[in-house]
Every structure is written in structure tokens, then in C-alpha cells.
């Protein structure tokens, strides 16, 4: 049970197109999930965290309006990267959690993003 | 500032050995630490939670302990295999979300 699914797990596209990631939990309901970027060797980075049915909610730093997050269900969320460029070139991760409440995250496999 | 920082070094063990990571932190007054585990090129696997008024917690093999005075926490391996190996992942949870460290990268050799 909380498996988690990303698509797509590997895109590589050109400098200035938008790119979407699909998050979604397949066996539970999520009203909370989450979206990091990892770089290589590095820590996961939180970018933002999505409620269902409300605006995402963004850490410091991170763009907004770069990185549209929609949670349009309680199984779907989805991180648009608008106008990539290479320097966005990383590794996308989302997390969800379960509807039940707990702290627990359960992630996605990620999906690995290269901007030419 | 706020830090959490894994042992930097890659650690090498013997399989059957237990595998011990350090887990420090500063600044930061966590209800709760998890340990994940990642694969190259794959998203992270919850492992353990372990909550503030608790010492430690035990999973089969796994054991993690949170010192909150230390501000630490140890995460053990027992008869470590070459399974294993991986990266692990320490985070605080604090505010409702995961703070990560760094990640310490475990091999294991037969």
C-alpha cells in the first residue's frame, strides 16, 4: 500500500518550453503532497507543499510562478516548469501523504529533468 | 544558522558488521526525525519515524535512538548485507514538513 507514481521519469527538453509532472497516489487519498528538487549529491530541497483544492504554498526562494503546482484531486498533483531553462536541469521528487493523517511521506521515483 | 549534517564520508563496512550514522543537528527543535533510504536515481523509502519523547525505536534490523539534548540521532544497521547498500537519508519534521540532511552513502562489502 502508498505507492506513489511519477510521469514522466526522464524528460529532456529544450531551453524556454514548459515541462509537466504528474504526481500521483495510487492505493490512497492524499490531501497533502509535497514537491522537492534534488541536485546530485545533495539534499532534498523543498520547493512546495500542495493542499487539495487550494493554492500551493511555496518555501523561500522558489518561484511561483516558475514552478505552477496544481493538486486538482486528492490523487493528482502536478509541477509545471514554465520556461525551463538548463539551469533547472535536476531531479524532481514528490511525496504525499496519507488522508488518515501521521507524518509519514511516501515518495515517487522521481522524474529526471534535462534542460538543453 | 540552521544545519543537519550526516557523516560527509561515505562509510564502508563488512557484511555481517553493524552499520552505524550520525545524524546531528542545530537550530532546530524537531517533533519528530524519519530515516529514509534512496537508490541512485530513485526517490527516497520511509524507513523509521521516531518522535521527541521517545529514545528509541526498533524495525527488524533497523534501530534509530534521538537524543534531543544532543540534538542527535543514530541510525544502526545489525548484520549488515550487501543489500544494503544505499544512501540514508535523516529529516526532521518540524511545521508539517521534512527537513533533509545531506545523506550518508553506506556500502557493503561481502
Known amino acids: 500500500g502508498a505507492v506513489v507514481s511519477q510521469h514522466p521519469s526522464r524528460v529532456i527538453c529544450k531551453s524556454g518550453t514548459s515541462v509537466k509532472i504528474e504526481c500521483r497516489s495510487l492505493?490512497?487519498?492524499?490531501?497533502?503532497m509535497f514537491w522537492y528538487r534534488q541536485f546530485p549529491k545533495q539534499s532534498l530541497m523543498l520547493m512546495a507543499t500542495?493542499?487539495?483544492?487550494?493554492?500551493?504554498?511555496?518555501e523561500q526562494g522558489v518561484e511561483k510562478d516558475k514552478f505552477l503546482i496544481n493538486h486538482a484531486s486528492l490523487t493528482l498533483s502536478t509541477l509545471t516548469v514554465t520556461s525551463a531553462h538548463p539551469e533547472d536541469s535536476s531531479f524532481y521528487i514528490c511525496?504525499?501523504?496519507?488522508?488518515?493523517?501521521?507524518?509519514?511521506?511516501?515518495f515517487g521515483p522521481g522524474t529526471r529533468l534535462t534542460v538543453l | 544558522s540552521q544545519k543537519i549534517e550526516q557523516n560527509s564520508e561515505a562509510l564502508n563496512i563488512q557484511e555481517g558488521k553493524t552499520a552505524t550514522l550520525t545524524c546531528n543537528y542545530t537550530?532546530?527543535?524537531?517533533?519528530?526525525l524519519q530515516w529514509y533510504r534512496q537508490d541512485p536515481g530513485r526517490g527516497p523509502v520511509f524507513l523509521l519515524l521516531?518522535?521527541?519523547?521517545?529514545k528509541e525505536k526498533r524495525k527488524e534490523r533497523l534501530k534509530v535512538t534521538f537524543d534531543t539534548t544532543l540534538k542527535q540521532s543514530l541510525f544502526h544497521i545489525t548484520a549488515s548485507q550487501p543489500a544494503d547498500s544505499a544512501t540514508y537519508l535523516c529529516?526532521?519534521?518540524?511545521?508539517?514538513?521534512?527537513?533533509f540532511g545531506q545523506g550518508t552513502e553506506l556500502s557493503v562489502k561481502p
Open positions: 500542495s493542499n487539495e483544492g487550494s493554492k500551493a504554498t511555496y
Open positions: 537550530n532546530y527543535s524537531p517533533a519528530y
Open positions: 529529516a526532521l519534521g518540524a511545521g508539517g514538513k521534512l527537513i
Open positions: 511525496s504525499a501523504q496519507t488522508r488518515r493523517g501521521g507524518n509519514e511521506q511516501f
Open positions: 521516531i518522535r521527541e519523547n521517545e
Open positions: 492505493d490512497f487519498q492524499a490531501t497533502t
